[in-house]
Antibody
Framework: QVQLQESGPGLVKPSETLSLTCTVSGGSISSYYWSWIRQPAGRGLEWIGRMYTSGSTNYNPSLKSRVTMSVDTSKNQFSLKLNSVTAADTAVYFC???????????WGQGTLVTVSS | QSALTQPASVSGSPGQSITISCTGTSSDVGSHNLVSWYQQHPGKAPKVMIYEVSKRPSGVSNRFSGSKSGNTASLTISGLQAEDEADYYCCSYAGSSTYVVFGGGTKLTVL
């Protein structure tokens, strides 16, 4: 079965760029949408954006100016970059496979990213 | 403020049924049959319980069901069990500009 695992720095300084990678195992990354979703502590879920393995992307309008997603099919990985971060970007970041019917399944376990100097 | 409105909390006793509502607008819940529901236990990743309003993924108990009327979707859990205690989030497609919106989440307490 497909499994996802997020990786990246757990601490990022304000104004710098948050970079995370999601590694897909147990199946091919090709021909699916892959998404990033975040959750500040004690709060709800926020969709960040998604990308198809062709490279096409769609982003949350509220984050669009700061987000870049990319895919490396040779490594079965996809990545998230969020620039100019502030404390408001502190959250657990999840990666997930997004089906064409806008359901997210499965999810990675999540990784906490703290923005602090 | 979340795009979809859910009650902050609901509760029920073992064996009872509860319903969690998810209210959106004619641009999201009301326009598309693309509502999904997620269960999240503390410290864990969300798990899809319902998709396309009322479909259950393989392995999800048939005690979970979904429905929609107008701009409001609902998740019903029948025969409540202690293991159902968790946070529940609704999610909807919201058109080709916004794409995906989530509800603020509902904490289910099994008394």
């Amino acid at each position: 079965q497909v499994q996802l695992q997020e990786s990246g720095p757990g601490l990022v300084k304000p104004s710098e760029t948050l970079s995370l990678t999601c590694t897909v195992s147990g199946g091919s990354i090709s021909s699916y949408y892959w998404s990033w979703i975040r959750q500040p502590a004690g709060r709800g879920l926020e969709w960040i954006g998604r990308m198809y393995t062709s490279g096409s992307t769609n982003y949350n309008p509220s984050l669009k100016s700061r987000v870049t997603m990319s895919v490396d099919t040779s490594k079965n990985q996809f990545s998230l970059k969020l620039n100019s971060v502030t404390a408001a970007d502190t959250a657990v970041y999840f990666c997930a496979r997004e089906w064409s019917t806008y359901r997210f399944d499965p999810w990675g376990q999540g990784t906490l990213v703290t923005v602090s100097s | 403020q979340s795009a979809l409105t859910q009650p902050a909390s609901v509760s029920g006793s073992p064996g009872q049924s509860i319903t969690i509502s998810c209210t959106g607008t004619s641009s999201d819940v009301g326009s598309h049959n693309l509502v999904s529901w997620y269960q999240q236990h503390p410290g864990k990743a969300p798990k899809v319980m319902i998709y396309e309003v009322s479909k259950r993924p393989s392995g999800v108990s048939n005690r979970f069901s979904g429905s929609k009327s107008g701009n409001t979707a609902s998740l019903t859990i029948s025969g409540l069990q202690a293991e159902d205690e968790a946070d529940y989030y609704c999610c909807s497609y919201a058109g080709s500009s916004t794409y995906v919106v989530f509800g603020g989440g509902t904490k289910l307490t099994v008394l």
